[in-house]
């Protein structure tokens, strides 16, 4: 039985063929509608979500399978007490694989050593977004038509941000990537980070503005800032609106760099900018569907020929 904690636990390998099952049943949609029929997803969220939550079960429901979850802690019996490991020991019973998002770090693989079924990390807190990165890189392999060679801007919340700590985990491992860091200082890409990037002789620069870097991005990665997990509200007002790419700006970027966001958007990308063909952050949702389709079957070990 194979779990999804962090994009590292597929080689390069795996997730090239993971993206190609994702790219066809893109194309064939029909030649997988019944590759779940008997089986059920659970989608144990205890923090909020909209993408990640719906996209499993639209997926799980694509393939022809059922779900079942909670979507809130608050109506789990979490909030009697219950441990996550304790959980999972009962879902096991009633599903044959489960997302989990928590704000805990670690708490999906607490859950991974005393589950019967696979367990995927939907979040968990600051640390990874496992899936979220899959999503991403599946746009990036599916639009840009390679993984290699590219410059790739990560812009706004650096510190707190977990789809661009995973994203990071999972480019380093392909050819000639050269990272830029905007955020502000207080935002900084975390230190273990810029350490493991140092250790491996990945390039990368630490820059605050992002007019000053635009014109060199074959990617821009922006983000936004991190509400839930400030200390205090003054903070986070302070910083929430450093970073607006506008329609301007775009006129200085690359004819084909592509924009993507995770989502939600809170203020950091301006909605005009969203009718440029380069802003590929909603096209980038719908990947998320093909690879969580993709993902659910190579877990489950379901093959369609
Ligand atoms: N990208 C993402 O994780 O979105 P949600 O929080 O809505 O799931």
Do not use: W
Request: charge should be negative.
């Amino acid at each position: 039985m194979r779990h999804l904690m962090s994009p590292l636990d597929f080689s390069v390998e795996e997730l090239d063929a993971l993206f190609d099952l994702a790219n066809d049943i893109e194309f064939h949609p029909k030649k997988y509608a019944n590759a779940c029929a008997d089986k059920i997803l659970a989608t144990c969220f205890y923090e909020p979500s909209t993408r990640t939550r719906l996209s499993f079960e639209s997926a799980m429901l694509r393939l022809g399978g059922k779900v079942l979850g909670f979507s809130d802690a608050g109506s789990s019996s979490a909030s009697k007490g219950e441990s996550v490991s304790d959980t999972i020991r009962v879902i096991s019973s009633y599903a044959d694989i489960c997302a989990m998002r928590h704000p805990k770090e670690g708490a999906p693989m607490v859950a991974a050593a005393k589950s019967l079924i696979p367990v995927i990390n939907a979040g968990d807190g600051g640390h990874q977004h496992p899936t979220q990165t899959l999503t991403d890189l599946l746009t990036i392999r599916s639009l840009k038509g390679r993984m290699n060679n590219f410059t790739i801007g990560l812009c706004g919340d650096l510190k707190f941000g977990r789809t661009v700590h995973s994203l990071i985990d999972a480019l380093v491992r392909y050819e000639n990537i050269n990272f830029i860091f905007i955020s502000p200082p207080e935002l900084r890409i975390p230190d273990y980070i810029i350490d493991e990037l140092k250790a491996k002789d990945i390039p990368f620069k630490e820059v605050i503005s992002l007019d000053e870097v635009m014109p060199e991005l074959d990617l821009l990665y922006m983000t936004r800032v991190q509400r839930e997990r400030f200390f205090n509200e003054e903070d986070y007002v302070r910083l929430k609106d450093f970073y607006i790419l506008k329609k301007a700006q775009m006129d200085h970027a690359k004819p084909d760099c592509l924009i993507l966001h995770p989502l939600p958007r809170v203020n950091e990308i301006s909605v005009e900018v969203d009718d440029d063909p380069r802003a590929v952050y909603f096209k980038q949702g719908q990947y998320g569907v093909y690879v969580r389709m993709a993902l659910i079957l190579t877990l489950l070990n379901i093959k369609v020929d």
